[in-house]
């Protein structure tokens, strides 16, 4: 899931200063989950801005709404009514949903509740960990199915590094040593040979090195509608 949080309200009402009257988007995506960007954080966003701007001395309307996902154009388009008289749209999404607002309404001025953070799992209920990198060349299969990329300070596909003590990373003793658990997990699955063997360079042009990256179903893409979002 995509981890993202909310900008500070001081930082986002800046952007809207010369504004009147905003529409504020939820997303019921990733960020409804990890609770900073579904209806009740929306609302509640708006209900801070209007606040700030009471104080200030020059009132601010705001409608808002929270589209289904903002990364498919097919949910983008319930907002089209709604974004007719506002002098911008607030995005509380990661940071697709802006993108694909500005690429739809391109003379409305959007703007980015959100900070996007990390690709990450569930370790409670409230707490996120990064668990991937989309790096496109996962290498999961020949670690035991513990990411070194992210879960290794150092990134290191060899590992370990040395400098690891009791289990824990020699940058913060809080922080498990992730190729400690990837030889604790080999071991168990009587696998340990697979640390004799060199894990060759990953191949990084499956990264972000090369521009965008994109991923097809040709099946899938035959039967659909060309791309609405820019
Ligand atoms: S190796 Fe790459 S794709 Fe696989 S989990 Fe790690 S960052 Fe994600
Ligand atoms: S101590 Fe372990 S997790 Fe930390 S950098 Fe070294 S190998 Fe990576």
Redo the contacts with the bound molecule.
Sequence with gaps: MIIAEQKPVAEIAGYIESCNKVLLVGCGGCVTVCLTGGEKETEILASALRIKRRQEGKPLETVTCVATRQCEPEYIDALDSAVRDVDAIISLACGIGPQYLAGRYKDKYVVSAMNTRFAGGAKRHGFWEEYCGLCGDCVLNLTGGIC?VI??????LN???????NG?????RD???????IHDRLKILGRLDTLKEIVPPKDWSRSRDGGPRKMVIEDVMSGSNPEKAN
């Design positions: 070194p879960r290794c300070a150092k990134s290191i590992g370990p590094c040395g400098g690891s003590q824990k990373c020699e940058i913060n922080v498990d040593c992730a190729w400690q658990l």
